[in-house]
């Protein structure tokens, strides 16, 4: 079944303590990429990838950090987590970034940083 | 700062009714767009993509589009409790590098019994 994979789907951890959230497809999709979703703010873009060993910044990504070694796996990193970053996390990816191309969407990582 | 706009809504309207959704954006360039339906707590999944001018039918839904006016639409007929989500309206960006699609803030729909 093709899917976007990611783990875990729930998390509680404290200020400062290094995370990783792992982000997974078996689609070959070249584009990837990190949403978080907040009450009355909508999708925002962290991060995202338009291949292997390429990666940028969206609109909000400070405290964040991204790597793409391999096309599958796109891991998102927060270094030393603060509780603005307690969110709903979204891992997407499209087969190619351009017409006609929709984002298919992971489960979601809900985050709580107390 | 290319954008999508929605009303947050709630749309409130009574089963079997028909719940129209709109969307507009600022991008004159788009050329692809998408409805994905939200359910509290869950990813967004896509249920209706629209390219050309005009109406789309996939079922119970319709998305139509006028690349004149910047405006995007999502019929839903015969609601049912089932529908009452949260509807997203995303547009490709012309020659915006990097965003695969910007998305509205979503429309709360609300179906009741």
């Known amino acids: 079944e093709a899917q976007v994979t990611q783990n875990p789907r729930y998390l509680i951890t404290v200020t400062g303590k290094k995370l990783t959230v792992t982000c997974s497809q078996n689609?070959?999709?070249?584009?990837m990429s990190w949403y978080r979703q907040d009450p009355g703010l909508g999708l925002r873009q962290i991060y995202y990838?338009?291949?292997?060993?390429?990666?940028d910044k969206g609109d909000v990504p400070e405290g964040y950090k991204v790597s793409r070694k391999e096309k599958r796996n796109f891991p998102l990193i927060l270094e030393s987590p603060s509780p603005n970053q307690t969110s709903l996390y979204f891992c997407?990816?499209?087969?190619?970034?351009?017409?006609?191309?929709?984002?298919?969407f992971g489960n979601g990582t809900r985050l709580t940083v107390t | 700062q290319k954008e999508v706009e929605q009303n947050s809504g709630p749309l409130s309207v009574p089963e079997g009714a028909i719940a129209s959704l709109n969307c507009t954006y600022s991008?004159?360039?788009?050329?692809?767009f998408f409805w994905y339906r939200q359910y509290s707590g869950k990813s967004p999944e896509l249920i209706m993509s629209?390219?050309?001018?005009g109406d789309k039918e996939d079922g119970r839904f319709t998305a139509q589009l006028n690349k004149a006016s910047q405006y995007v639409s999502l019929l839903i007929r015969d609601s049912q409790p089932s529908d009452s989500a949260t509807y997203l309206c995303?547009?490709?960006?012309?020659?915006?590098?990097?965003?695969?699609?910007?998305f509205g803030k979503g429309t709360t729909l609300s179906v009741s019994s």
């Open positions: 997407a990816s499209s087969s190619r970034l351009g017409l006609n191309s929709p984002l298919h």
């Open positions: 689609m070959n999709h070249e584009y």
């Open positions: 990838s338009m291949n292997v060993e390429v990666t």
């Open positions: 991008d004159r360039g788009s050329q692809s």
């Open positions: 629209i390219y050309s001018n």
């Open positions: 995303a547009v490709n960006p012309y020659n915006q590098a990097g965003t695969a699609l910007i």
